[in-house]
């Protein structure tokens, strides 16, 4: 059972240029989690989403973010106009079926933005 | 709201040695705790949880960790290290009603030397 994807691992963008941000959750998780983690620092929540419904963007900023977990695919981060504070480490995280309480973490998608 | 704090931001020990990282929540309701490990450019992966039940919690690696509800405490600990469990620890809490965000430390970085 493959875990958490995620892809790219690397990317890297210039100032003004979209990023997009992929999350393929596991097998039988319908619950997915974006996880923001700036150097040197711990991981920020950014938005909760079920299949074609966000349900907590809280920690999402409130221009140039947005998320979506459509019907069918992954789920997707995009990131217009992208600036130099936008670098930092994304994280996916899913839940779902008999571990509804236990999140499990992608390996993430390193952003720079030059 | 919840929040996290882990004190100390770097622990250093001797390889064999046992140590501690502190971590301490505040939360108005019953919450769920998580220890995580990061091992660097990589994803987080589940230590162990408190969910309910005994106070006393084994996970992976020989880690434990003991949840004290009126210190408001989940502190980590391994009674003998290794050079391999360098890495970076990060103790989180949920709120305890369901699918829910998971509120992070800002992290312990423990250092193992020879």
């Known amino acids: 059972n493959a875990g958490v994807m995620q892809n790219p691992r690397h990317l890297v963008r210039r100032r003004g240029q979209e990023a997009r941000l992929r999350c393929s959750p596991m097998?039988?998780?319908?619950?997915v989690y974006w996880y923001r983690q700036l150097p040197e620092e711990g991981l920020k929540f950014m938005v909760y989403?079920?299949?074609?419904?966000?349900?907590?963007e809280s920690g999402m900023p409130k221009e140039r973010f947005s998320a979506e977990f459509p019907k069918e695919g992954p789920s997707i981060l995009r990131i217009q106009q992208v600036v130099r504070g936008d670098s930092a480490a994304y994280f996916c995280?899913?839940?779902?079926?008999?571990?509804?309480?236990?999140?499990?973490f992608g390996p993430g998608t390193r952003l720079t933005v030059l | 709201a919840q929040s996290v704090t882990q004190l100390d931001s770097q622990v250093p020990v001797f390889e064999e040695a046992p140590v501690e990282l502190r971590c301490n929540y505040s939360?108005?309701?019953?919450?769920?705790l998580f220890w995580y490990v990061q091992y660097p450019n990589q994803g987080l992966q589940l230590l162990l949880k408190?969910?309910?039940?005994?106070?006393l919690v084994k996970g992976i690696n020989g880690f434990e960790a003991e949840f004290n509800k009126s210190q408001t405490s989940f502190h980590l600990r391994k009674p003998s290290v290794h050079i391999s469990d360098t890495a970076e620890y990060f103790c989180?809490?949920?709120?305890?009603?369901?699918?829910?965000?998971?509120?992070f430390g800002t992290g312990t970085r423990l250092l193992v030397s020879p």
């Open positions: 995280a899913s839940s779902g079926g008999e571990s509804y309480n236990e999140q499990f």
């Open positions: 097998k039988g998780h319908s619950h």
């Open positions: 989403l079920q299949k074609e419904n966000i349900i907590d």
């Open positions: 939360s108005s309701v019953s919450v769920y």
């Open positions: 408190y969910l309910s039940g005994s106070t």
């Open positions: 989180a809490v949920s709120v305890d009603t369901g699918f829910q965000k998971l509120v």
